[in-house]
Each structure stands twice: as structure tokens, then as C-alpha cells.
């Protein structure tokens, strides 16, 4: 069963340095910001009262890097969880933290008091890119840290950033292929974008920095999340959530409201293109009704970016109701080609089916 995260915003706070990129103050989306304990713990309460059983509550504290918190502050937030598991007002409870500062007496005391998610701020595995990012931590240790909270028996959500200073297309797909050899449980992909009140601001108005545009943001997204999904690793985000907390400070660089759609599509043209027999003259889609934006949405990007991939195939798109399973996944029937992607339609959970058969 799919839970409601309610999410609660801690900007920086406990982390060992400021990075190039980073002003979370803008970026609390809508979490809430800044609670004490009690005030957690009576917002959980009401949103499990909320969700009346149908979606299980489950807590995150984002921004910042929880583990760098000092230890008394740390704790009067664990003991308060560990009360709402005991309650069954949560069933669980994730934390996001940064790849320097998950040691065995770190991860312990998150195991102990409930903790089952934890949210590990990679952004790259390039020396050279995390240097350039501030991030004081290199690739090996970002794998190391992966690795050892798997082996605390943590799921791991993975956070990437294409496009940082330094980097280059090749670099962030060794980054993720990299990061997927550890087996995180999912993987976010957060392109690069410049903020105000940032390094990365100064780094770009110095034209040090070239920001890339959404369409190449979405692209490289939707390449890297395909690589991902083939390794077994579900992609559970694209772009910065939307708000308008963050928009007004985006300067330049991918940033749209509907950035991890454009991604899907790059997945979806990506894999029919790939897929596609090299004889094929005219290929048919059926397409999920539920998801018929994906179809035909943005200009009709779909089908705009199959016919760059493929020009010499005739692409023909129609919408028609499917049911299924969440989930990406490839599947070949003999000469038939199903694509099935992730999506939600009034709070459930359904996938979208892409077919195709060759015309002679």
C-alpha cells in the first residue's frame, strides 16, 4: 500500500558546509518548515486522522543533513517518532543526511529509534564535480556510505545532480550507473539549476557556469533515468518539485512545472525508438488514457521526439484504457513491444501501456 509522506523542512541545518549550488530556503516546496517535536507530532496526528487509514502516514525530515544535527537535538526528534510508530500514528519514518556523516554510531541511533528511509545526498561520483560543488566528500565516499547504510538495513534513496559545475554527459551517466552497482531502493534526479544568494549565481553571472536548458535537462533526465530503471533502480523524481517558494529564485537552468514529465516522455521516446525494428515504417501506439499528457501533452513532444530519434517511421498515437501494475518495466512478445510507466490517477497507482506492432 502506498503511504502519505508528510514531509517537514529543516533548511542547512547540520550541514558541514554550504554548497555551490544550494539555497534551501527557497526550496521547502510544501513541507513545513522549521517545527519543534510537539508541533510534529500534533501535525502527524491530524494527517493520520486525515488519510482515515486508507494511506499509512509516513514522516520525513528534509533540508539540511539530520545526522549533523547536534546529538540532544537529534534525539528529542527521534523519541518523537518513536512514540508515533509505538502509536501506529506513522508506520514509518525517513531522514535526509549527507555521505560524510553516516557512521555506524550515526546509523544506530536511527535504527533504534524507527528510522527506515534514509535519503543520501550523492549528486556525483566526479572528484573533480564535488569539488567544484563543495561537497567535502569524494565518489568513494559517497559509495561507501551507500553501502553502509544498505548494510545497516536502510532503504536508500539516492539523490543525483546532472549538470554541476565540471561535469559533462559522460560523467553524470558514470555517475549513475556508479551509484546504481550499490542498489539503492530509488533514485532522484535534480538537473542543476542556479539559484540566487549562491556560489553557483556568481559562478554564472562570471560566465564560469553554462546552465543547461530544459529540453537538454529533460533529455539527459529521461537517458539517465532509463539506465537507472534497466539496472533495477525505480526513479521516483525528476526535476525540483514546483512551488512558488522556488520559482521566483530560479536565475536559469532547467527548471519547469512540469520537468519530470518532460523526462518520462524523453523515457518512453527513448525506449519505442530504441525498440522499434530498424525495417519499421509506420508504428502504432496505444496509450493509457490516464496518461494521454504523455501522448499528447507539451506541443505533442512525444511524438516530436520520436520522429527526431526515428524520422524515417510513421508514428501514430491513439489513447484507450489500460489497467495494470505501478511500475517501468520492458516487455517483448515476439514482435510486439510493450512499455509500461509509472503514474497516479486520483490517488491510485495504474501504468501506462505504449504497443507497437510493424507494418509491412
Given at each position: 500500500m502506498s503511504r502519505r509522506i508528510v514531509p517537514f523542512w529543516f533548511p542547512n541545518r547540520g550541514c558541514p558546509g554550504r554548497c555551490t549550488y544550494c539555497n534551501q530556503s527557497h526550496s521547502k516546496a510544501e513541507a513545513l518548515l522549521v517545527v519543534t517535536p510537539e508541533e510534529m507530532e500534533e501535525r502527524l496526528q491530524e494527517a493520520a486522522r486525515g488519510a482515515e487509514g486508507q494511506f499509512p502516514v509516513e514522516v520525513a525530515l528534509f533540508g539540511g543533513t539530520f545526522t549533523g544535527w547536534p546529538i540532544p537535538q537529534q534525539e528529542m526528534y527521534l523519541e518523537a517518532i518513536q512514540r508515533l510508530l509505538a502509536k501506529g500514528v506513522i508506520e514509518a519514518a525517513r531522514v535526509s543526511t549527507h555521505p560524510s556523516l553516516v557512521g555506524e554510531e550515526a546509523l544506530r541511533r536511527l535504527a533504534d529509534h524507527g528510522v527506515t528511509t534514509i535519503e543520501l545526498g550523492i549528486e556525483s561520483l566526479d572528484d573533480g564535480v564535488l569539488s567544484l560543488a563543495n561537497r567535502g566528500h569524494d565518489g568513494q565516499g559517497a559509495v561507501e556510505a551507500l553501502r553502509r547504510c544498505r548494510e545497516f538495513g536502510f532503504e536508500v534513496v539516492g539523490q543525483l545532480m546532472p549538470f554541476l559545475p565540471g561535469s559533462s554527459e559522460r560523467s553524470d551517466v558514470e555517475s549513475v550507473l556508479g551509484v546504481c552497482q550499490c542498489a539503492p531502493d530509488a533514485l532522484r534526479l535534480f538537473p542543476t539549476v542556479v539559484l540566487d544568494g549562491t556560489e553557483l549565481e556568481a559562478m554564472w553571472r562570471r560566465g564560469e557556469y553554462l546552465e543547461a536548458s530544459v529540453d537538454e535537462g529533460a533529455i539527459r533526465c529521461g537517458k539517465l533515468a532509463v539506465m537507472a530503471e534497466e539496472a533495477g533502480v525505480p526513479v521516483v523524481r525528476m526535476g525540483l518539485?514546483?512551488?512558488?517558494?522556488?520559482?521566483?529564485?530560479?536565475?536559469?537552468?532547467?527548471?519547469?512545472?512540469?520537468?519530470?514529465?518532460?523526462?518520462?516522455?524523453?523515457?518512453?521516446?527513448?525506449?519505442?525508438?530504441?525498440?522499434?525494428?530498424?525495417?519499421?515504417?509506420?508504428?502504432?501506439?496505444?496509450?493509457?488514457?490516464?496518461?494521454?499528457?504523455?501522448?499528447?501533452?507539451?506541443?505533442?513532444r512525444l511524438l516530436s521526439r520520436l520522429s527526431t530519434l526515428r524520422p524515417e517511421v510513421d508514428w501514430r498515437i491513439e489513447t484507450v484504457g489500460f489497467a495494470g501494475n505501478e511500475g517501468w518495466r520492458v516487455i517483448w512478445r515476439g514482435s510486439h513491444f510493450a512499455l509500461a510507466a509509472r503514474g497516479r490517477a486520483g490517488g491510485r497507482s495504474f501504468r501506462l501501456m505504449a504497443a507497437h506492432r510493424v507494418a509491412k
Open positions: 518539485q514546483d512551488g512558488c517558494d522556488v520559482r521566483p529564485h530560479v536565475l536559469a537552468g532547467p527548471y519547469h512545472p512540469a520537468f519530470g514529465e518532460l523526462a518520462r516522455i524523453e523515457m518512453v521516446a527513448s525506449l519505442l525508438a530504441r525498440a522499434s525494428k530498424a525495417s519499421a515504417s509506420i508504428v502504432d501506439l496505444s496509450v493509457d488514457e490516464r496518461l494521454a499528457s504523455l501522448a499528447a501533452g507539451h506541443g505533442k
